[in-house]
DNA sequence: GGCAGTTGTAACAGAGTTGTAAAAACACGT
DNA sequence: ACGTGTTTTTACAACTCTGTTACAACTGCC
């Protein structure tokens, strides 16, 4: 179950992708412009962006650059395709040309979070199981109790599990955005999380930077 | 195993959908006039109507109206999709697109089912046992009265079973729509579902979030 | 080794959340 | 309008969580 927004000026596409990735379960939030969707992105965290290339005001490209490290998935008519490309040499991304299947667009909108780690209900690990929607966790087939924000942290930790997350980000995604209290609530969090799950080794600390999830490696 | 009902003018396609449904298990009546489905559906209840939109008689929508409650899952052709999209903001319905693969119309119809949890109409758990459709319940052999509201909650609770539900959406669900009220009413009812069913230790509360359903874990 | 900066850890108090009973508001038939 | 049964609100006590603090232990660098 994945954040995702859709950013497309024709109200009836738009509408149509957003109500069938809200049937499969995610969370959808619509823009028709460029600059609609940048001030979304800036408040809310998101986990993919579904672009259409030609947009009246800009195009699916440049929100992309100004939202970088976001995965993409593009919406592009079928004479635009060759050239631009190019735009996609990276992994976390897609297009599809237009018309297309929806069914085709949920596959790959499915696709893209699987590699990128996004909508995942359960992980397993170790003697360790997580169940995220049920919230709840078990340690060698003992239940474990965990609260809200333990299961926040944890579950960003996860999700961007091999690498190394910033205080400050862990903050972000993991805590109501009107929190700002700089102070060590994550360093205590994560003391909760390694005690409790017994995740020692899982959760390295990352001196002056803030902790990592390792797996696999 | 649902009972589906399947409205279709063309006779091929209809008994082809109906077919492929009964053989997987479901229970299928066929109409082929909205008249017809209309006089059906009021014999018998149903659990998934499948529409198709263009009719000789009328369209699905307005048969869709007036079974009101029933998810349907609506079959269109190709230029009549976009601007008829409106129906569906409700959350479990689905559309298909003509023509379409079998097995796609197989999946949406589960995945329908499973939204809706409409497959199951009575629930057993340790001495209890509850009749959604005939609303009764029974603990240990005795009858115990539940108020209307009391069911739609535990009907939630149930049909939802193993995952943690926020006060949120447990309202979205189980009250009228157009319930705004931010209050203790949720946590009144759950009390006394938990009093009256002895369901203390199955409904689960979640710190900060809401109430979880609990079997076999 | 010594130092400054950083992280681990335990304990605490306040804020926020839930359980519960009882009162108030509502719905509906008579 | 009244009475009955249901639902929502209110009030308060009990409880849980969370950020903070203080100090110990550690890290990297000189």
Redesign the pocket.
């Known amino acids: 179950m994945a954040r995702i927004l859709v950013l497309e000026d024709e109200k009836a596409i738009n509408d149509l992708v957003a109500l069938n990735l809200g049937m499969v379960g995610h969370t959808v939030v619509q823009a028709f412009t460029g600059k609609e969707a940048l001030s979304i992105a800036e408040r809310t965290p998101l986990d993919l962006l579904i672009l259409d290339v030609m947009l009246p005001d800009t195009n699916g490209f440049s929100v992309y650059e100004k939202l970088k490290g976001t995965p993409a998935i593009f919406l592009t008519a079928l004479g635009e395709t060759a050239d631009k490309v190019k735009g996609f040499e990276r992994g976390a991304d897609d297009y599809i040309v237009k018309p297309f299947e929806m069914t085709e667009l949920l596959l790959r909108v499915e696709a893209v979070l699987r590699r990128t780690h996004k909508s995942e209900r359960r992980y397993q690990i170790d003697d360790l199981e997580i169940d995220f929607e049920a919230k709840t966790v078990t340690k060698g087939g003992e239940p474990v109790?965990?609260?809200?924000?333990?299961y926040?942290l944890l579950e960003v930790l996860i999700k961007n599990r091999n690498i190394a997350l910033s205080?400050q980000r862990l903050m972000r995604e993991a805590?109501?955005v009107s929190?700002?209290?700089?102070?060590?609530?994550?360093?205590?969090?994560?003391?909760?999380l390694?005690?409790k799950l017994g995740l020692?080794d899982r959760?390295?600390?990352?001196?002056?930077?803030?902790?990592r999830f390792e797996e696999g490696l």
Chains 1, 2 share one sequence.
């Open positions: 109790d965990l609260t809200l924000q333990e926040a205080r805590w109501d929190f700002l209290g700089e102070s060590r609530t994550i360093d205590v969090h994560v003391q909760r390694r005690k020692d959760i390295k600390t990352i001196y002056r930077l803030g902790y």
